[in-house]
């Protein structure tokens, strides 16, 4: 039976030089917290331990420690690297954020700001004006509020115009976004009645006719995002909705989704609807994302007519589902670099990844190719090949992107399955983890979303050593 009571205590502990340093780099809790726990794991193991040879000496316990203590600190979100083929990929956090906008969200960071303060006349005032106008000169809109993403915004707006009432919706766009967002639920908790109007695959302007009452508060598009429904179809346009709407002095609401605010056929990308476009069309509100296309931080941009915005901001809702002062500075600076289209390409990641030329990736790709086969040639067998990239966060589901892709193939006579598993695993778990997909046999890594080729090559060289 081994001797447990031999174990240092935690007080002679902390008064070892070794452990002194440990408090001053981790404060004083964390350090009793983690010897604490180390020693209770010692001894469960020794209490499990038939050998009577003890290995429990104070150097031992300080290197537990201390391992203790380095992944405690360590931020569970952390970078990774987005080669899945998806460029907005909603699970690895959607659009990243420009240069300017970073620097801008830093400014406002470590201090305190005017965020609902009138420098001019010293009084309170609203967090919206710092948005309000480059929002509304962008999208021709009369006013403009924005909250924490698009799902709130839905939600205020069909919560503030609508609560108690009819709302009809065409069949085809019941849409589910991933997996939380479903239009029948966000009804239901925006206290509105939803009202199923017309068939899956055509909806007529009559059905939508019909389907107004005295009950009804708006009538609703939204875009179906994710999926599109081809063959037999029809569906009532934005302009023809807006019009039904109007004479029967009813709003007519916008879901777009993405929402883009350039268009993207300008860049060689395929069209998507526009904000500008449903205002036109007579859209009285639109809402949509400001980390899908937009390329900005997560949050629910809402523009239309200024006397439905100013009901948004009357309900309680809206102080709920507010942004914050960093997501204020990050969209006002992400919305300044559409002031020069011709910048924006460069300056804005997400549309810069998304315009990267196949050429340009494939260069990338053999480059980086060839210096991993000096690395890796005796585990894996690495190939460049053509691959198409998904825009992602339900905008433009079927069209797809040319680019290029790293195809590793682990060299392994049988349990291919099992090795592949294994390698995708190994690369979750580098110190910056690279996330592609497996196909047809091999691990993808679509290299169109990568900025950092070192990274790629140093994070890859790390995988001889797991
Ligand atoms: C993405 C999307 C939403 C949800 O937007 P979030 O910003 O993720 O909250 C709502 N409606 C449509 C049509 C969408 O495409």
């Known amino acids: 039976m081994p001797d447990l009571y031999k174990l240092p205590s935690v007080d002679r502990l902390l008064r070892s030089e070794p452990f002194i340093a440990l408090i001053e780099a981790f404060g004083r809790k964390a350090t009793v917290d983690a010897i604490r726990s180390v020693l209770k794991h010692i001894r469960k193991e020794l209490s ?31 970078p990774v690297l987005n080669l899945t083929g998806t460029v907005l990929h909603t699970n690895l956090g959607r659009s990243p954020i420009a240069f300017e906008a970073i620097e801008a969200m830093k400014v406002v960071a470590s201090g305190t700001t005017n965020l609902e ?79 199923e109007v017309g068939t899956t695959n055509r909806t007529h302007l009559s059905d939508f006719e019909k389907a107004i009452g005295p009950k009804t508060g708006l009538i609703m598009a939204v875009h179906t995002s994710n999926y599109v429904i081809e063959g037999f179809t029809s569906n009532a346009s934005e302009f023809e909705l807006a019009d039904l709407a109007h004479k029967h002095e009813l709003p007519f609401v916008v879901d ?20 500008q476009e449903s ?24 523009v239309g007519r200024s006397d439905l915005i100013k009901k948004l901001k009357k309900n309680p809702l809206k102080r709920a589902l507010r942004c914050d002062k960093m997501t204020i500075a990050c969209l006002a600076a ?15 990641p997400a549309l810069r990844m998304l315009t990267r030329s196949p050429d ?38 079927i069209e797809n992107l040319d680019s290029y892709a790293l195809v590793i193939s682990p060299i392994v006579e049988r349990g291919r399955g099992a090795a592949l598993k294994d390698l995708s695993k190994r690369l979750r778990s580098l110190p910056v983890p690279i996330i592609g997909r497996i196909l047809n046999d091999s691990y993808w890594l679509d290299l169109r979303c990568l900025e950092d080729e070192e990274e790629l090559v140093s994070q890859m060289s790390l995988l001889n050593l797991k």
């Open 48 to 78: 499990l331990s038939k050998t009577t040879t003890l290995d429990f000496e104070e150097n031992k316990i300080l290197s537990l420690v201390s391992d203790y203590l380095i992944s405690a600190d360590k931020p569970t979100l952390k």
């Open 117 to 195: 303060f009138n420098l001019e006349r010293g009084e309170r005032s609203d967090r919206d004006v710092h948005i309000e106008d480059l929002i509304c000169s962008l999208t021709g809109a009369e006013a403009a509020t924005v909250v924490n993403n698009n799902a709130a915004a839905v939600m205020l707006v069909l919560n503030t115009l609508s609560r108690r009432k009819e709302v009809p919706v065409s069949r085809g766009e019941l849409v589910e976004i991933g997996g939380s967002f479903r239009i029948p639920d966000i009804m239901s908790r925006s206290d509105c009645r939803l009202v």
């Open 256 to 275: 777009l989704g993405s929402g883009t605010l350039v268009d993207l056929e300008d860049y060689g990308l395929p069209h998507e609807r526009t904000p």
């Open 279 to 302: 205002i036109k069309d007579g859209a009285d509100l639109v809402t949509f994302s400001g980390d899908k296309l937009l390329g900005g931080p997560q949050a629910g941009l809402i």
């Open 334 to 348: 992400t919305l300044r670099l559409y002031d020069n289209p011709d910048r924006l390409i460069r300056r804005l």
């Open 360 to 397: 340009e990736i494939k260069e990338t790709a053999d480059r980086i190719a060839t210096e991993l086969r000096n690395s890796l040639e005796n585990s894996f067998n690495i190939n460049v090949s053509p691959t198409q990239s998904q825009i992602g966060s339900g905008a433009l589901p």
